[in-house]
């Protein structure tokens, strides 16, 4: 019995206790005034939220825009290398290929 607390020193205890949590009390209803200060009403949360959902459609579209623009530059890309190739065939090897073909008929002696 010599280790149990005497009825003067529960008494401080739990007086301790009290004082204890009316200080943590004190301080949390402090810590939820300054966040209720600093949060942001339903209307304005809203219009944040639709105001970024509008942005992100835009940028979408954008960026859907931009992917169409590139395909359709690469396509001309591909039609104008085609058209190189063709021009550079009827301008260079027609002429050439024609050339060779009358040397070597010539060189047969059936060409005119």
Not at 15 to 32: E, F, G
């Amino acid at each position: 019995m010599a280790d149990d607390p005497t009825p003067g020193e529960l008494q401080r205890n739990i007086s301790d206790l009290r004082h204890d949590l009316r200080d943590r009390h004190a301080a949390l209803s402090q810590r939820l005034d300054t966040l209720a200060r600093e949060m942001v009403g339903l209307p304005l949360y809203q219009a944040h939220v639709e105001t970024a959902r509008r942005e992100h459609d835009e940028l979408a579209k954008d960026i859907t825009d931009v992917v169409a623009r590139l395909d359709a530059d690469q396509r001309q890309r591909s039609a104008d290398r085609r058209m190189i190739l063709l021009a550079l065939f009827t301008s260079v090897l027609a002429p050439l290929t024609l050339l060779i073909l009358q040397l070597y008929l010539r060189g047969k002696g059936t060409a005119p």
